[in-house]
């Protein structure tokens, strides 16, 4: 993972358009897409500024975040939300809830 990774990761996580994230950041759509690609380095006060838009602790957008990896296995999830304008976070939790109940009744 890099950085631009992590942002898009959160970004969709917290079910955010990039024009919603680039308007509060008050820049262009266009950099904050450059941004996520990784085509142009993310300065640290926009980063700080990402992690005050996103909730999200600013170190956890530079390192590669073990949630992140466990959380990939839900990428379609996430990317079918964003197709049906759903909120990926409250989807991930409705399916972790589900799994974790069915792994206590099977015990």
Not at 66 to 93: A, F
Request: one cysteine or more; hydrophobic letters at 40%.
């Amino acid at each position: 993972m890099n950085i631009g990774q992590n942002i898009r990761y959160y970004r969709k996580l917290k079910g955010l358009t990039m024009d919603q994230i680039a308007a509060k950041m008050d820049v262009d759509r266009s950099y904050l897409s450059k941004i996520e690609n990784n085509a142009t380095p993310c300065s640290v006060e926009k980063l700080f500024i990402l992690s005050e838009i996103l909730d999200v602790p600013a170190y956890k957008f530079l390192v590669m975040d073990d949630l992140i990896e466990e959380n990939n296995k839900w990428k379609s999830v996430i990317d079918y939300c964003e197709l049906k304008n759903l909120n990926p976070e409250w989807v991930l939790e409705l399916v972790k809830f589900t799994t974790d109940t069915a792994k206590k009744i099977r015990k």
